[in-house]
Protein backbone atom coordinates (compact mmCIF):
# COMPACT_ATOMS: atom_id res chain seq x y z
CA UNK A 1 0.00 0.00 0.00
CA UNK A 2 1.35 3.38 -0.85
CA UNK A 3 2.14 5.93 1.88
CA UNK A 4 -0.09 8.66 -0.38
CA UNK A 5 -3.19 7.48 -2.22
CA UNK A 6 -4.78 9.50 -5.11
CA UNK A 7 -8.16 9.30 -6.78
CA UNK A 8 -9.05 8.79 -9.30
CA UNK A 9 -6.80 6.58 -10.98
CA UNK A 10 -8.32 7.58 -14.41
CA UNK A 11 -10.13 10.56 -16.04
CA UNK A 12 -11.22 11.52 -19.32
CA UNK A 13 -13.00 14.57 -19.70
CA UNK A 14 -13.74 17.19 -23.15
CA UNK A 15 -11.86 20.40 -23.28
CA UNK A 16 -13.16 23.06 -21.81
CA UNK A 17 -14.54 21.27 -18.25
CA UNK A 18 -13.12 21.09 -15.37
CA UNK A 19 -11.22 18.33 -13.51
CA UNK A 20 -9.65 17.94 -9.81
CA UNK A 21 -7.46 15.21 -8.98
CA UNK A 22 -7.17 14.07 -4.83
CA UNK A 23 -4.15 13.26 -3.09
CA UNK A 24 -4.62 11.74 0.44
CA UNK A 25 -2.90 10.12 3.59
CA UNK A 26 -3.52 9.26 7.23
CA UNK A 27 0.01 10.72 7.08
CA UNK A 28 1.24 14.30 8.19
CA UNK A 29 3.30 15.69 5.67
CA UNK A 30 5.35 18.95 6.16
CA UNK A 31 5.21 19.66 2.21
CA UNK A 32 3.14 18.10 -0.39
CA UNK A 33 4.60 18.00 -4.43
CA UNK A 34 2.84 18.02 -7.46
CA UNK A 35 4.62 16.71 -10.65
CA UNK A 36 3.27 16.11 -14.25
CA UNK A 37 4.61 13.41 -16.54
CA UNK A 38 4.08 12.74 -20.12
CA UNK A 39 4.95 9.52 -22.04
CA UNK A 40 8.64 8.85 -22.27
CA UNK A 41 9.67 11.45 -19.88
CA UNK A 42 10.59 11.74 -16.44
CA UNK A 43 7.93 13.77 -13.89
CA UNK A 44 8.20 17.80 -13.54
CA UNK A 45 7.22 19.74 -10.77
CA UNK A 46 4.41 21.47 -11.30
CA UNK A 47 4.06 23.04 -7.38
CA UNK A 48 5.25 22.42 -3.68
CA UNK A 49 2.86 23.87 -1.26
CA UNK A 50 4.00 23.95 2.54
CA UNK A 51 1.44 25.43 4.49
CA UNK A 52 -1.90 24.35 5.93
CA UNK A 53 -5.00 25.48 4.21
CA UNK A 54 -2.50 26.78 1.22
CA UNK A 55 -3.76 27.50 -2.67
CA UNK A 56 -1.43 28.18 -4.89
CA UNK A 57 -2.87 29.04 -8.63
CA UNK A 58 -0.65 28.31 -11.63
CA UNK A 59 -2.75 30.12 -14.54
CA UNK A 60 -5.60 27.16 -15.10
CA UNK A 61 -3.91 25.17 -12.60
CA UNK A 62 -5.51 25.27 -8.40
CA UNK A 63 -3.03 23.33 -5.98
CA UNK A 64 -4.83 23.09 -2.22
CA UNK A 65 -3.06 21.70 0.98
CA UNK A 66 -5.34 20.30 3.25
CA UNK A 67 -5.36 21.97 7.04
CA UNK A 68 -4.67 19.24 8.69
CA UNK A 69 -1.41 18.82 5.75
CA UNK A 70 -2.58 15.14 5.09
CA UNK A 71 -4.56 15.68 1.68
CA UNK A 72 -3.83 18.32 -1.19
CA UNK A 73 -6.18 18.63 -4.69
CA UNK A 74 -5.56 19.73 -7.97
CA UNK A 75 -7.79 21.53 -9.91
CA UNK A 76 -7.90 22.31 -13.74
CA UNK A 77 -10.26 25.09 -14.92
CA UNK A 78 -11.46 24.63 -18.54
CA UNK A 79 -9.02 21.70 -19.57
CA UNK A 80 -7.15 21.79 -22.55
CA UNK A 81 -5.58 18.69 -24.54
CA UNK A 82 -2.06 20.14 -23.47
CA UNK A 83 -3.24 19.05 -20.16
CA UNK A 84 -3.06 15.56 -20.95
CA UNK A 85 -0.59 13.45 -18.55
CA UNK A 86 -0.23 10.90 -15.54
CA UNK A 87 -0.34 13.75 -12.73
CA UNK A 88 1.53 12.53 -9.34
CA UNK A 89 1.69 13.70 -5.47
CA UNK A 90 4.28 13.41 -4.03
CA UNK A 91 5.57 13.79 -0.19
CA UNK A 92 9.06 14.08 2.08
CA UNK A 93 9.06 11.97 5.09
CA UNK A 94 11.74 12.23 7.22
CA UNK A 95 13.95 9.35 8.30
CA UNK A 96 17.24 8.68 10.22
CA UNK A 97 19.02 8.52 7.14
CA UNK A 98 17.32 11.48 5.39
CA UNK A 99 14.35 12.70 3.69
CA UNK A 100 12.73 10.06 1.29
CA UNK A 101 10.41 11.20 -1.19
CA UNK A 102 7.76 9.09 -1.78
CA UNK A 103 4.66 9.22 -4.90
CA UNK A 104 1.42 8.67 -5.04
CA UNK A 105 0.16 5.92 -7.82
CA UNK A 106 -1.08 8.93 -10.09
CA UNK A 107 -3.67 10.34 -11.69
CA UNK A 108 -4.25 10.12 -15.68
CA UNK A 109 -5.81 12.40 -17.37
CA UNK A 110 -6.73 12.73 -20.59
CA UNK A 111 -8.47 15.76 -22.41
CA UNK A 112 -9.80 15.15 -26.18
CA UNK A 113 -10.48 17.64 -28.14
CA UNK B 1 25.81 18.86 -19.97
CA UNK B 2 24.52 19.90 -16.65
CA UNK B 3 21.66 17.83 -15.57
CA UNK B 4 20.61 14.48 -15.05
CA UNK B 5 21.46 11.80 -17.58
CA UNK B 6 20.78 7.55 -17.09
CA UNK B 7 22.20 5.08 -18.93
CA UNK B 8 21.67 2.59 -20.69
CA UNK B 9 18.26 4.25 -21.96
CA UNK B 10 17.13 0.71 -23.17
CA UNK B 11 18.43 -2.65 -21.50
CA UNK B 12 17.19 -6.46 -22.26
CA UNK B 13 18.82 -8.62 -20.43
CA UNK B 14 17.87 -12.58 -19.21
CA UNK B 15 16.90 -13.99 -16.17
CA UNK B 16 19.34 -14.45 -12.97
CA UNK B 17 22.11 -11.93 -14.63
CA UNK B 18 23.32 -9.22 -12.82
CA UNK B 19 22.69 -5.49 -14.17
CA UNK B 20 24.19 -2.03 -13.38
CA UNK B 21 21.92 1.14 -13.75
CA UNK B 22 23.61 4.14 -14.13
CA UNK B 23 22.81 7.53 -13.16
CA UNK B 24 25.20 10.76 -12.94
CA UNK B 25 24.04 14.44 -12.00
CA UNK B 26 26.05 17.73 -12.51
CA UNK B 27 24.14 20.04 -9.99
CA UNK B 28 26.29 18.24 -6.97
CA UNK B 29 22.49 17.85 -5.55
CA UNK B 30 22.77 15.75 -1.89
CA UNK B 31 20.14 14.15 -2.43
CA UNK B 32 19.24 11.11 -5.39
CA UNK B 33 16.47 8.32 -5.53
CA UNK B 34 15.81 5.37 -7.49
CA UNK B 35 12.50 4.93 -8.70
CA UNK B 36 10.22 1.92 -10.83
CA UNK B 37 7.40 2.75 -12.81
CA UNK B 38 5.62 0.21 -13.63
CA UNK B 39 2.75 0.16 -16.42
CA UNK B 40 0.76 3.02 -16.03
CA UNK B 41 1.43 3.65 -12.35
CA UNK B 42 2.82 5.74 -10.23
CA UNK B 43 6.60 6.29 -9.20
CA UNK B 44 7.88 3.54 -6.29
CA UNK B 45 11.23 4.43 -4.35
CA UNK B 46 13.54 1.34 -4.66
CA UNK B 47 16.81 3.38 -2.53
CA UNK B 48 17.27 6.52 -1.81
CA UNK B 49 20.92 8.47 -0.63
CA UNK B 50 21.11 11.53 1.39
CA UNK B 51 24.89 11.99 1.25
CA UNK B 52 28.31 10.40 -0.28
CA UNK B 53 27.90 7.01 1.64
CA UNK B 54 24.45 7.11 2.86
CA UNK B 55 21.79 5.35 1.37
CA UNK B 56 18.51 3.61 2.86
CA UNK B 57 15.60 1.14 1.89
CA UNK B 58 12.53 2.65 -0.14
CA UNK B 59 9.15 0.92 -0.43
CA UNK B 60 10.80 -1.80 -3.02
CA UNK B 61 14.30 -3.02 -2.53
CA UNK B 62 14.41 -6.49 -2.42
CA UNK B 63 16.83 -7.75 -5.32
CA UNK B 64 18.35 -4.43 -5.70
CA UNK B 65 21.70 -2.59 -4.50
CA UNK B 66 22.98 0.78 -4.34
CA UNK B 67 26.09 2.66 -3.69
CA UNK B 68 27.14 6.12 -3.72
CA UNK B 69 30.96 7.01 -3.36
CA UNK B 70 30.73 10.09 -5.19
CA UNK B 71 28.09 12.75 -5.28
CA UNK B 72 27.56 12.99 -8.87
CA UNK B 73 26.94 8.82 -9.55
CA UNK B 74 24.49 6.44 -8.15
CA UNK B 75 24.73 3.18 -10.12
CA UNK B 76 21.66 0.63 -9.06
CA UNK B 77 22.24 -2.62 -9.41
CA UNK B 78 20.20 -5.55 -9.70
CA UNK B 79 22.05 -8.99 -8.25
CA UNK B 80 20.21 -11.92 -10.08
CA UNK B 81 17.49 -10.01 -12.24
CA UNK B 82 13.81 -11.39 -12.18
CA UNK B 83 11.20 -10.59 -14.68
CA UNK B 84 9.11 -9.03 -12.10
CA UNK B 85 12.21 -6.47 -12.68
CA UNK B 86 11.42 -5.69 -15.85
CA UNK B 87 10.05 -1.75 -15.71
CA UNK B 88 10.77 1.38 -15.67
CA UNK B 89 13.51 3.19 -13.90
CA UNK B 90 13.88 6.66 -13.14
CA UNK B 91 16.72 8.14 -11.47
CA UNK B 92 16.09 11.93 -9.91
CA UNK B 93 18.48 14.44 -7.70
CA UNK B 94 17.30 16.97 -5.27
CA UNK B 95 17.92 19.37 -2.24
CA UNK B 96 16.00 19.37 0.99
CA UNK B 97 15.31 21.96 2.96
CA UNK B 98 15.02 21.74 6.54
CA UNK B 99 11.79 19.65 6.21
CA UNK B 100 10.87 20.59 2.56
CA UNK B 101 11.81 18.97 -0.90
CA UNK B 102 13.33 21.43 -3.55
CA UNK B 103 12.57 20.23 -6.73
CA UNK B 104 13.07 16.84 -8.49
CA UNK B 105 15.39 16.62 -10.93
CA UNK B 106 14.13 13.12 -13.23
CA UNK B 107 16.00 11.41 -15.65
CA UNK B 108 15.44 10.35 -18.86
CA UNK B 109 14.45 6.61 -17.37
CA UNK B 110 15.84 3.38 -18.21
CA UNK B 111 13.58 0.95 -20.05
CA UNK B 112 14.73 -2.74 -18.61
CA UNK B 113 13.21 -5.67 -19.91
CA UNK B 114 14.36 -8.93 -17.86
CA UNK B 115 13.70 -12.22 -20.43
Known amino acids: TQLLEQSPQFLSIQEGENLTVYCNSS?????LQWYRQEPGEGPVLLVT?????EVKKLKRLTFQFGDARKDSSLHITAAQPGDTGLYLC?????????????FGGGTRVLVKP | DAGITQSPRYKITETGRQVTLMCHQT?????MFWYRQDLGHGLRLIYY???????DKGEVPDGYVVSRSKTENFPLTLESATRSQTSVYFC??????????????FGQGTRLTVV
Open chain 2, 92 to 105: ASSEFGLLVPGEAF
Open chain 1, 27 to 31: SVFSS
Open chain 1, 49 to 53: VVTGG
Open chain 1, 90 to 102: AGGVQKAAGNKLT
Open chain 2, 27 to 31: WSHSY
Open chain 2, 49 to 55: SAAADIT
